[in-house]
């Protein structure tokens, strides 16, 4: 019997709904380590299983269709979900039953980073596998969080420079997002500076608004970058579960991603690009005369 609990605590509550990464870098491995370390409680519906490591993916199992429903289901109705991440979705099927799902339980905040290739260049989802999140999906979706790659596959033409991001965001914006973040960490020719871009829907004095931000980062010299759209996105969810407005999450989320690439680039952690430090602000990898 389950008995009430003097003055109880609330945290953040973040279902994230995504694939396994075997290697701990990337997926639903890495949504659970943003998640807590941002004082949240993270909970999963896993998608697939992959055997991955720090040098790339060998294998993909997808989980069946109703298994991940149930997975949704039982979080939902017992623990309850403040804000719902979504990451890989291998597959059309996939995408339609989580699409459905959600809009079952009556889920209005979600967080979609639309996983389509994994960072050692992997294919997790065809262009049917696109087709569908945008159908099924954007509609649904508080936030997508693409990148370059993801963005030209959505968008069926290459975006590859700064100016171009403006007008992918608004293209992206039209079908049915209250909110698309362009990441721009693959931008061509390494610079010394990154640009997110950034573009939603609110009201100003009652009236129907588009806001459009820009976020400039230094890129950190480093290989150590397995999971970092993963992170970013369940970092965006977890500060909009603790009521932060969307610009501010997505900043704060920004800012968190960076202190973790930086924290990283010292792990010796697999023979390929290794993963981010989410814990650096509880376990520090600087060397005492760096600190």
């Not at 694939?19 to 949240?40: N, P, Y």
């Not at 939603?200 to 588009?210: L, S």
């Not at 501010?248 to 800012?255: C, E, F, G, L, P």
Request: with cysteine.
């Amino acid at each position: 019997m389950k008995t009430s609990k003097p003055n109880p605590i609330l945290i953040p509550k973040v279902l994230s709904i995504a694939g396994s990464d075997s290697g701990g870098g990337a997926g639903i491995q890495a949504d659970l380590k943003v998640i807590t370390a941002l004082g949240g409680f993270g909970m999963t519906a896993i998608t697939a299983i992959t055997a991955q490591n720090t040098m790339g993916v060998t294998r993909i199992q997808d989980i069946d269709l109703d298994v991940i429903e149930a997975q949704i289901d039982a979080v939902v109705t017992d623990i309850g979900v403040d804000v719902v991440k979504i990451g890989m979705l291998a597959s059309p099927a996939i995408v339609k039953t989580v699409a459905a799902t959600l809009k079952k339980h009556g889920i209005r905040k979600i967080v979609l980073d639309p996983v389509l290739r994994a960072t050692s260049g992997a294919s997790l989802g065809g262009d049917d596998t696109a087709r569908t999140m945008v159908t099924e999906l954007f509609p649904l979706a508080t936030i997508i969080t693409p990148n370059l790659h993801e963005a030209s596959i959505l968008l069926g033409r290459p975006i590859v420079a700064v100016d171009q991001f403006k007008a992918a965001a608004e293209e992206l914006l039209a079908l049915g997002p209250r909110a698309v973040l362009i990441k721009g960490g693959h931008l061509e020719g390494e610079p010394n500076e990154l640009v997110d871009y950034l573009i939603w829907h609110d009201r100003k004095d009652d009236v129907p608004v588009v806001f459009h931000k820009e976020f400039k980062h230094p890129r950190i010299p480093t290989v150590n970058t397995h999971g970092t759209g993963c992170s970013l996105s369940s970092a965006i969810a977890t500060y909009l579960a603790d009521k932060h407005d969307l610009s501010h999450s997505v900043a704060k989320a920004i800012s968190f991603v960076s202190a973790a690439i930086e924290a990283g680039q010292r792990l010796e952690i697999g023979k390929g690009p290794g993963p981010l430090w989410h814990m650096h602000d509880f376990y520090p990898t600087q060397l005492p005369d760096q600190q």
